[in-house]
Structure formats: C-alpha cells, structure tokens
C-alpha cells in the first residue's frame, strides 16, 4: 500500500516501521494457521504432579535460591479497566424495571453487605443523598445504589481498573487486590528484605495506581519487615496493531487517519523484556484470596519456583559441559533424556543426527528462558489449557494453547481441546537470563504465527482487529515450559462483581 505523508508521520509517533504496518497488513490477509498438535498433556505426559516430599524438596530449593541474594520481580498486568465485571449491574441501571429482577441483581442486592465496598458506598450515599443503603432499599430505590457504585461522580467502579476496587475485608479495613499482590510479594518473591513489584498499568490509571501505592505501601513493608521497589510500566504504542476493513485494507478514521487498537495482552512481553531479573513470577491481578487463604497459594508459588530453579541449574550444567567440549557419547545420551523428559521437547528424528549436529540441537533447546506454570484441574473455565504442539523447526513441545489457535474443523483436536484434564489459571514462574549471567531478549522467543484476528465494529462500521500472540501462548512459545499441577483453591479470579461474595473472597 501507498502510505501518505500523514500515515508516515501517525506511525512514526507510535514507533511503528512501515514493514512492520505492511505485515500487519499482509496478516490480515493470509490469517494465521492452526497449530498442529501432538496432543493434551496431562499427568505424566507434561504435567507434574509433585508429592508431599517433593514440594518441601522444591520449597528449600527456592528459598536456598532467594538466599543468594537474587533479584526476583513479581509482574502483574493491571491494566484492564473493571467494567466487565459490572455488566450486569449496568443492565440493571439501564432496565425499564426498577427492582432486582435476574438472579443475579437479587445476589448482588440481598448480600451487598458482604462486599468489601459497602461501607464505602453507604458512606458515600449518605453524604450525597442523606440516605444510606438500607434505607435506599426499603423505599425501593436499588438504581440509586448501582448508579453511586458505577459512575464517575460515586465511587467509579464502572470505570477504574480491578487492581483498585476492593476485593477483601479485614479488620483494618478493605484491600484492593493491589495491596493483596504486595503482601503476596512479602511472602514468596523477597530476597534481602526487599521486595520488587511490577504493574503494567493503563496511562489513565497510572497517577491512580502510584497515589494507592503512596498511601498503602508503608503499612504493609512495617507488617512484613520488607522494603517495597514498586515500580510501572505501560503498553507501548509500538506495540499497537492497525485495524482493517474487511477486504484487508486498513480502516480509516473520520479524519482519515489509521485506526490503530492495542495489541492485547501479547504485548507485555516488551515489558516483561525490559525488567532486569533473574526470576520472574507473573499473575494476573484479580487471582488474589485474603489472609487466611494464603498459606497454600504460598506454598505452591515456592514449589513451582523451586522447579523452576533445579531446571534452570540441570540446563546450566549441561549448556556449559557442552561448551567446554569435554563430553562424551553418555553425557550425549543423558542430555537428551534430560531434554525429552525434564523438558518434554521431542524431535522425531534425533536419531538421524550426527554428533556435531546434535551439539548444536541441544544447546539450542537448552539455551533459551524457561517457565514453569502452575495448571488447575480443568472445572469448566474458558480459556487455554496444556498441551504438546509442534513447533516451525518439526519439534514439538509444551505450550498453554487457546481455542482460537486450533482447527474447529479437526474433530481430533476438538476432542484433545474438550477433553483436556487441566486449565491455564495464569500462573507462572519465569528464568529469564542465559548461563551465562546474560538476560534473554524475549523479543527473539515469540511465535509470530499465533496471533488472532477478531471482527469488532467502530461507528457501525464493521472492522478486522489483530492481536499480537497471546503473553502466555505465542509470546512465550519459543521459551522452554514444564507445567506443575497447582491445587484449585489458588486459582480464584473475579469476573463478575458477584464473585466477590464466593466464600474465596470473604475474610
């Protein structure tokens, strides 16, 4: 496509050459392929199922680990804005009804003196309109309520991010799953009494997170004897994709200017990349549970680093036996067993290699990050789950998998999709530099192949929207990944406001 002075100028601004815009292009186009798999993986076929002694096995291994005095990060994406938990609240608000009539309004109203925001609210209402909750009820007015929660002149629920709202009550009163992520930090990723937290955050809600941060760090780095390093970061607009039409020309706006949209979660790998760290531990920001539900997310979150680490020492060990050339045919045969089973990467015809080229093979395999993620036994959720895909160089592997990278057609990959045991909760513990001290560009690691193409509309006009390979999929695709089953009450995300009243989220 031609580009005008105007388009040259609107991509230089988001740091976006005009062959990445033509690839982005030419993706609509072709589309992406399926990815072609081997099958689910599953207890003993790629999933970890550690014992009693295995997890205080691994558990010593990360703490012996923290002890040399490592840098560790906890990242969190924070950036998504609340209101699809609130979906129904807005139905509510907008309805030609006036009392709860769904079951769901009902849950929400009968139990709203659950929730960790009530007291805030009934505040709030008081003061606006000298009636608190209760007394709004009795006269029949719950749209009252829903609106003080939702707009901008209440607490603006509709409208912050997750990270902000508040998810739990205590004693000393209600936390935001911001402050539950800082605990979380204190107890599992510290080293040398300190503890280094990373949100990705959107520019609206920066100023927002910082103010929250300012006003509560304090008392937690007190309770845990920690200090805090909390620092945020932003999407890059670099990492934007152009919208288009649904012929594959690029949609325009009023003004005639490209329509660029954010690229989706995918694009956190830049900021994942420039964190400097030797592990790092990502979560998303709504799987948080209070105090008294702590103990076994801890505990898991250091058996999964624990193999984590042996994983990364086992790689070292033999990156650097190869390098020194001082093997034999044995320590061939060893590594490889190491590789297809410790790292479940399978070549069918690693046989047909000579030596030398299985040298080359094998460090290749081995040098490259390394994730273990916690997987749940799989209740239904949507979402990826684990399995063994092959790969563009005729391997095949672990990955997390979506549904949209697999062949609705191909009722063998369906039944693998259907049927899978285990469910990706976003859990993972990552080793980000080299054996050589090095960090990894994770840039390099990512399967270009595995975006995603979605129809979304704009002013009633139809368009195509690209997102970038998923952060837990295709971003990570080229990265070596083990998975450990996780037990399910550390997976507890808030989707909807009325998940807040599961008895996960009661303090």
Same mark, same amino acid.
């Given at each position: 496509?031609?580009?005008?002075?105007?388009?040259?100028?609107?991509?230089? &601004?988001?740091?976006?050459?005009?062959?990445?815009?033509?690839?982005?292009?030419?993706?609509?186009?072709?589309?992406?392929?399926?990815?072609?798999?081997?099958?689910?993986?599953?207890?003993?076929?790629?999933?970890?199922?550690?014992?009693?002694?295995?997890?205080?096995?691994? $558990?010593?291994?990360?703490?012996?680990?923290?002890?040399?005095?490592?840098?560790?990060?906890?990242?969190?994406?924070?950036?998504?804005?609340?209101?699809?938990?609130?979906?129904?609240?807005? +139905?509510?608000?907008?309805?030609?009804?006036?009392?709860?009539?769904?079951?769901?309004?009902?849950?929400?109203?009968?139990? $709203?003196?659950?929730? &960790?925001?009530?007291?805030?609210?009934?505040?709030?209402?008081?003061?606006?309109?000298?009636?608190?909750?209760?007394?709004?009820?009795?006269?029949?007015?719950?749209? +009252?309520?829903?609106?003080?929660?939702l707009d901008k002149e209440g607490l603006n629920y509709g409208q912050?991010?997750?990270?902000?709202?508040?998810?739990?009550?205590?004693?000393?009163?209600?936390?935001?799953?911001?402050?539950?992520?800082?605990?979380?930090?204190?107890?599992?990723?510290? +080293?040398?009494?300190?503890? /280094?937290?990373?949100?990705?955050?959107?520019?609206?809600?920066?100023?927002?997170?910082?103010?929250?941060?300012?006003e509560k760090a304090d008392k937690y780095a007190e309770k845990y004897? $920690?200090?805090?390093?909390?620092?945020?970061?932003?999407?890059?607009?670099?990492?934007?994709?152009? &919208?288009?039409?649904?012929?594959?020309?690029?949609?325009?706006? +009023?003004? /005639?200017?490209?329509?660029?949209?954010?690229?989706?979660?995918?694009?956190?790998?830049?900021?994942?990349?420039?964190?400097?760290?030797?592990?790092?531990?990502?979560?998303?920001?709504?799987?948080?549970?209070? /105090?008294?539900?702590?103990?076994?997310?801890?505990?898991?979150?250091?058996?999964?680093?624990?193999?984590?680490?042996?994983?990364?020492?086992?790689?070292?060990?033999?990156?650097?036996?190869?390098?020194?050339?001082?093997?034999?045919?044995?320590?061939?045969?060893?590594?490889?067993?190491?590789?297809?089973?410790?790292?479940?990467?399978?070549?069918?015809?690693?046989?047909?290699?000579?030596?030398?080229?299985?040298?080359?093979?094998?460090?290749?395999?081995?040098?490259?990050?390394?994730?273990?993620?916690?997987?749940?036994?799989?209740?239904?959720?949507?979402?990826?789950?684990?399995?063994?895909?092959?790969?563009?160089?005729?391997?095949?592997?672990?990955? $997390?998998?979506?549904?949209?990278?697999?062949?609705?057609?191909?009722?063998?990959?369906?039944?693998?999709?259907?049927?899978?045991?285990?469910?990706?909760?976003? /859990?993972?513990?990552?080793?980000?530099?080299?054996?050589?001290?090095?960090?990894?560009?994770?840039?390099?690691?990512?399967?270009?192949?595995?975006?995603?193409?979605?129809?979304?509309?704009?002013?009633?006009?139809?368009?195509?929207?690209?997102?970038?390979?998923?952060?837990w999929n295709g971003a990570m695709s080229d990265w070596n990944t083990?998975?450990?089953?996780?037990?399910?009450?550390?997976?507890?995300?808030?989707?909807?406001?009325?998940?807040?009243?599961?008895?996960?989220?009661?303090?």
């Amino acid at each position: 496509m031609t580009l005008s002075e105007k388009d040259l100028q609107q991509i230089s &601004a988001k740091g976006i050459s005009p062959e990445k815009l033509e690839q982005q292009l030419n993706d609509f186009k072709k589309g992406f392929p399926f990815l072609k798999l081997e099958g689910p993986a599953a207890i003993g076929k790629g999933i970890m199922a550690p014992t009693a002694e295995d997890a205080e096995k691994y $558990i010593n291994t990360w703490n012996e680990y923290k002890a040399q005095g490592r840098k560790i990060v906890k990242f969190v994406p924070a950036s998504g804005a609340a209101s699809r938990m609130f979906k129904d609240v807005f +139905s509510f608000v907008d309805a030609d009804y006036n009392a709860p009539t769904s079951a769901f309004e009902k849950k929400y109203f009968e139990s $709203i003196k659950d929730f &960790a925001f009530y007291e805030t609210l009934d505040a709030l209402l008081k003061e606006q309109t000298g009636k608190g909750i209760e007394a709004l009820m009795e006269e029949g007015d719950y749209k +009252s309520i829903a609106k003080a929660m939702l707009d901008k002149e209440g607490l603006n629920y509709g409208q912050l991010p997750k990270g902000l709202l508040l998810f739990h009550n205590y004693c000393d009163g209600a936390r935001t799953p911001m402050e539950e992520h800082l605990v979380e930090a204190a107890l599992y990723a510290n +080293s040398n009494g300190e503890a /280094d937290v990373h949100f990705t955050v959107s520019n609206e809600h920066l100023e927002l997170f910082k103010a929250k941060v300012a006003e509560k760090a304090d008392k937690y780095a007190e309770k845990y004897n $920690i200090k805090y390093n909390i620092s945020f970061s932003e999407q890059k607009p670099s990492t934007d994709t152009v &919208a288009a039409n649904p012929d594959g020309t690029p949609f325009r706006n +009023s003004d /005639d200017s490209l329509l660029f949209r954010p690229g989706g979660h995918g694009a956190l790998i830049e900021n994942l990349n420039d964190i400097e760290a030797d592990v790092i531990f990502v979560k998303n920001i709504d799987n948080v549970v209070p /105090d008294r539900l702590k103990e076994e997310t801890v505990e898991w979150k250091q058996i999964i680093a624990g193999v984590l680490v042996e994983l990364q020492k086992k790689s070292f060990e033999y990156l650097n036996l190869l390098d020194g050339g001082n093997y034999n045919h044995e320590n061939l045969l060893e590594i490889i067993k190491f590789v297809q089973d410790d790292l479940c990467c399978r070549k069918n015809d690693i046989k047909d290699l000579e030596d030398a080229e299985l040298v080359l093979y094998l460090k290749n395999k081995l040098n490259r990050p390394i994730r273990v993620a916690g997987v749940v036994k799989n209740v239904g959720e949507p979402g990826g789950g684990p399995f063994l895909a092959y790969n563009p160089d005729g391997t095949y592997s672990l990955q $997390i998998l979506e549904s949209s990278q697999i062949d609705k057609n191909n009722e063998t990959y369906m039944k693998y999709f259907t049927e899978g045991t285990h469910f990706n909760p976003v /859990d993972l513990v990552c080793a980000v530099k080299d054996y050589k001290g090095c960090p990894f560009d994770l840039t390099q690691f990512v399967d270009k192949n595995t975006g995603f193409i979605s129809s979304k509309s704009k002013n009633g006009k139809e368009l195509l929207a690209l997102e970038l390979p998923g952060l837990w999929n295709g971003a990570m695709s080229d990265w070596n990944t083990v998975f450990v089953e996780v037990p399910l009450g550390t997976f507890n995300p808030v989707k909807t406001v009325n998940d807040l009243l599961r008895p996960q989220h009661q303090a």
